[in-house]
C-alpha cells in the first residue's frame, strides 16, 4: 500500500513541475559577476518558498569576494529547520541553488533559463533542472506532502541551502564549521541530493567523491592584440607558448604528465576492483550519455575506476583568445588557459598545487620564451570518502527498494562537493550522497535535463528515506 | 610654396576628421553575419560621399555567401571614376570598407565604433581608423581639396572600394579580371594605401606582401559538452588532442614545424639580407609597437625578415571551448582551433593546404584518440612582390620627399593583402602600397587607431603622388 503522502506526489506532479520551472527562470549563475543578483534573487525566493511551509529560515552573510575584477557581495547561505522534537532523529539535508553558466550560443535547443518538458520523453530541460534545483525542491515537495496528507513527519528536517558551489562554495567552509558548535550540533546524519545514477536506470548509493583543483595559467606578451600579419614571425606569440604548455599536462590518452601527482594515489586492492567489475553498468550507458564511442578504455572496470578512483585532468578553454565563429587574424596578447585536476584520497588541492606551478614553469622556461607567465590555483576541494556500511546508507537503501524495487549500487562518483568533505569533518556525522538524476542529465553542459519520473519518483525517494531513517537508532 | 589644394586640407581637417567619424560609426564587420546590414549601410554611405564628388559611381553585386551557417549577401563592390581626359595618366586606387571585429569586452578603453580623437596626443581611435576607412577617405578628402581649391585634377582617377577584405574579399577577384577587360583596361598603374610605415616616423613604400592561409580544425567527441567530474578521466577529450595537435605546429621561438613549408620558401642571398639591415629601423620600435620586450630576435635583419621575408605561423584562438571569465568545468563537446600561416614566395595557398592537411591528420593518428578530426582551408591569397624601380614607385617617393622631406624606405609587407596580386596579374602594371597610418596603429587589434597628423599629411601625400605620377611617361 502506497502511503497518502506519496500518493499525493504522484497526483500533484503539475504544481512540482510548476515550482521547478519558477527555479530555473532565476540565472543564478554564481560564476559571473553580472549574475549575481540573481543569485541574490533565487535565495529570496527559496526563502520565500520554506517559508510558507513553515519552516524556520536564517540567512547568513558570508561578506564580499573579487570576481571579474570587482568586489562583489556573495550571496546569503539559507538555514531552514522544520521540527525539534527531541525524539525524532535530526537529519540535515544540503544542496545548492546555484548553477554553472549558460547560453544558447553554447549549442542548447532550447532557452536555458526556461524550463521546457518534452511531453513524450518526460525530460525537463532548463539549466539547474538536474543540478541542483530539481533535488533542493525534492526536500521541499516532500515536507509540502506531509502537511497535505496531514501525516506526520518522521524527523526533524535542518536544511542547508547555497549559492556559491558552482564557484567553490566560497564562504561556506567557515559557517558550517561555526555552526557545528551551535544550529548543527544535534544533527544525526546529512543527506546531499547533488549527484546523479551511474547510468539510466539503476539507483545508486554514493560513498565517495572526487576533489578538484581548478588553474588559470596566464601567458602575457605585448601590451595588445596584434595583426598576425604585422607581428607574426617577430614576437614570441603568448598562444603558443600555452599551447605547448597545456600539451605537457595530459596525454590523450587521461595520463596525468605532472610528476608526483600519480605516486599520491591510493594504490588499488585487488578486492577494491572487484567492486568495479561487478557493478551494474556497461559501456553502453557511458557511450549513450556522451552520446559517442569515445571512452579512454573498453573494459568497463577501467572506465569506471577512471571515473571514480583516479585523478582525471581536463582543458576547459581559454580566456583572452579569439572564441567566435570566423577567422581573426589576432595574435591574442595575453590569454587564461584554464584547466583543472579531479582528486582522489591521498590528493589535496594543498598538495597538487605546488607540483603543478613547479612543473609548469619548469616546462615555460624550457620554452625560450620571452613572454610572462603568471599561475594561479583558484577553487578547489579535497575528495572525500564514507562509510558506506552506516545506518544513514542503510536507511536510504531500503527506500529505493520501496520506490525503484531494486538494491541501489554503491558508488563513489567524479564529481566534486567540496562541502561533503566539511560536513562530514565539522559534524563527525555519516554524510551520504542520495541521487535524484540520471546519469545522461548533462549537468554542466548544454541541454541540461532532470526526467519527470526522476524528479517525482525521487521525491518520493527523499521522503521515504527520512521514514527509514527515523527507524534506526543513532 | 604650398598649393592651395593642400593649404586646404590642412585648413579643413575637422571636416576631414567628421567624415572619417561618420564612417567609423557604421560597423562594418564583414566577418559576422550580425553585420552583414552594416557593410551594405557602408557601402551606400560611401557611394553618396563619392556621388556628392561628382565621381561617377557603380555598384557591381557579387552574389551570395555561406557565413555562420546561413546564405548571406556579398556587399557590393563600387567602382567609382572622377575624370576621362584621354590626354592624362589613369591611376587606379583601392581600398576596403569592411574592419575586423571589435568589442568593449576585448579590451578597448572607448567604444570602438566611436572615433575618439585625444586633444593631447592626437591619436584617433576606432575601429577602422587605420584600416582601411582612413586611407580610403583620404582619396575623397584629395578630390574635394581640389574641387575647393578650383585646382585642376592631374590624373583620371578610377577607384575599387570593397567591403570584404577581412574576409578574403570573397568574390572580388573574378570581378576585378572581368572589369580588367573593360573599365580597368586603360589603368596605367595602381596604388593601395592599406598598410603601415614601419616604425613611426619614417614613410615607406611596399612592394612586397605576404600571402595567408587560414585554416580550421575541428575536434569532436561527445555530443554535447560534458561535466569534468563525470565524465574526466573515461574519455577522449577534444581539448587534449587539439592541444597536443597544435602543439606540433610551430615552436614557442617561431619555426613552423609543417614539413615541406621552410623547402619552398626562396633562399635568402647576401645581398638581400643588406636591405634589411640598412633599413631606417630599431628594435625599440618593434617594441613600442608591441609595447614589450618579446622580440624573437634581437638582430634588427633578422626580425624584419621574420616579418617580411619569411612565413610566420600563428594560433589564433579555439571556438566551442570555455572562454569567458570564471571556472567552468566543462569538457568541450567539439572544438574548432582556428590558426594561419603567412606566406612568403614560392609558398601559395595551393601548395601550403595538402602540406598542412597531410601533417595534422599524421600527427592526429599517432595520439591515439577515438575523436573526429575535420581540418578545413578558409580564405587564404598568394604572396605578391613588385618591382620597386618602376615610375610608379618613383612618384610616390618624389611625394613622400615633397609632403615629409625624407626619403622613403622601400619596404615589404607582413600582412596580406590578396586582391594586390590580383590587380598586379589582371592588369599587368604597376601595382604600389603607400601607406597612411603607423606601425602601432594596432589595426586587428583592440584601440585601433590614426593618428592626426598622419591622417592629414598622408592626405596630402595622395594627392603629391598623383601630381607626381601624371609627370613620368607610361
Redesign the interface.
Not at 606578451?221 to 606569440?237: I, K
Not at 620554452?367 to 613572454?371: E, H, Q, T, W
Given at each position: 500500500m502506497v502511503e497518502a503522502w506519496r500518493e499525493w506526489i504522484t497526483s500533484n506532479e503539475d504544481a512540482l513541475i510548476d515550482r521547478l520551472a519558477k527555479a530555473v527562470e532565476i540565472p543564478s549563475v554564481s560564476?559571473?559577476a553580472k549574475h549575481r543578483d540573481d543569485c541574490f534573487k533565487m535565495a529570496e525566493w527559496m526563502k520565500k518558498q520554506l517559508e510558507a511551509l513553515k519552516v524556520q529560515v536564517r540567512q547568513v552573510d558570508l561578506g564580499k569576494q573579487t570576481?571579474?575584477g570587482q568586489q562583489v557581495q556573495l550571496p546569503p547561505v539559507l538555514f531552514g529547520q522544520y521540527g525539534d522534537d527531541p525524539k525524532k532523529k535530526t537529519i540535515l539535508v544540503y544542496g545548492h541553488l546555484d548553477v554553472?553558466?549558460a547560453a544558447v550560443s553554447?549549442?542548447w535547443n532550447t532557452d536555458p533559463f526556461k524550463l521546457v518538458v518534452n511531453k513524450e520523453t518526460g525530460q525537463m530541460f532548463g539549466r539547474g533542472s538536474t543540478d541542483d534545483k530539481g533535488p533542493v525542491l525534492g526536500w521541499l515537495n516532500v515536507i509540502e506532502a506531509h502537511q497535505k496528507t496531514n501525516t506526520e513527519f518522521p524527523v526533524n528536517l535542518k536544511m542547508c541551502f547555497e549559492c556559491m558551489e558552482e564557484?567553490?562554495s566560497e564562504g561556506l567552509d567557515e559557517v558550517v564549521i561555526e555552526e557545528s558548535k551551535t544550529f548543527l550540533k544535534d544533527v544525526d546524519a546529512v543527506c546531499i541530493s547533488d549527484n546523479?545514477w551511474l547510468g539510466t536506470k539503476k539507483p545508486c548509493l554514493t560513498y565517495g567523491l572526487?576533489g578538484?583543483s581548478?588553474f588559470?595559467v596566464s601567458v602575457s606578451?605585448?601590451?595588445?592584440?596584434?595583426?598576425?600579419?604585422?607581428?607574426?614571425?617577430?614576437?614570441?606569440?603568448p598562444?603558443?607558448?600555452l599551447?605547448?604548455l597545456?600539451?605537457k599536462l595530459?596525454?590523450?590518452?587521461?595520463e596525468i604528465l605532472v610528476p608526483g601527482i600519480k605516486d599520491l594515489v591510493a594504490p588499488l586492492t585487488a578486492e577494491e576492483r572487484k567492486r568495479y567489475e561487478v557493478m551494474d553498468f556497461s559501456l553502453k550507458d557511458?557511450n549513450n550519455?556522451?552520446?559517442?564511442?569515445?571512452?579512454?578504455s573498453q573494459d568497463k572496470a577501467e572506465?569506471l575506476m577512471?571515473?571514480m578512483r583516479?585523478?582525471?585532468?581536463?582543458?576547459?578553454?581559454?580566456?583572452g583568445?579569439?572564441?567566435?565563429?570566423?577567422?581573426?587574424?589576432?595574435?591574442?596578447?595575453a590569454v587564461h588557459g584554464?584547466f583543472?585536476i579531479?582528486l582522489v584520497p591521498n590528493l589535496t588541492p594543498g598538495e597538487v598545487a605546488p607540483l603543478v606551478t613547479k612543473y609548469l614553469e619548469e616546462e615555460f622556461s624550457k620554452?625560450?620564451?620571452?613572454?610572462t607567465l603568471k599561475i594561479e590555483a583558484?577553487?578547489g576541494g579535497k575528495p572525500w570518502m564514507s562509510d558506506p556500511e552506516h545506518w544513514n546508507f542503510k536507511a536510504a537503501s531500503k527506500a529505493t527498494e520501496k520506490v525503484y524495487g531494486v538494491v541501489p549500487d554503491l558508488t563513489r562518483?567524479?564529481?566534486?562537493i567540496p562541502v561533503t568533505l566539511t560536513f562530514e569533518v565539522a559534524l563527525k556525522k555519516s554524510v551520504m550522497l542520495l541521487p535524484m538524476g540520471r546519469?545522461d542529465d548533462?549537468?554542466?553542459?548544454?541541454?541540461e535535463k532532470l526526467d519527470k519520473s526522476n524528479y517525482i519518483d525521487g521525491t518520493q525517494l527523499l521522503g521515504e528515506y527520512l521514514h527509514e531513517a527515523a527507524n534506526y537508532s543513532s
Open positions: 560564476g559571473d570576481l571579474d554553472q553558466p553554447d549549442g564557484s567553490g546523479y572526487r578538484l581548478y588559470k606578451g605585448p601590451a595588445s592584440d596584434l595583426h598576425s600579419g604585422v607581428f607574426g614571425g617577430t614576437v614570441h606569440e598562444m603558443t607558448d599551447f605547448h597545456f600539451s595530459v596525454t590523450p590518452t587521461g557511458i550519455a556522451t552520446g559517442s564511442e569515445t571512452t579512454l572506465v577512471g571515473r583516479y585523478p582525471s585532468l581536463s582543458l576547459h578553454g581559454i580566456e583568445a579569439f572564441s567566435t565563429a570566423g577567422s581573426k587574424t589576432v595574435i591574442p596578447a584554464k583543472s579531479r620554452l625560450g620564451s620571452k613572454n583558484l577553487h562518483e567524479g564529481g566534486s546519469g548533462g549537468a554542466h553542459s548544454t541541454n
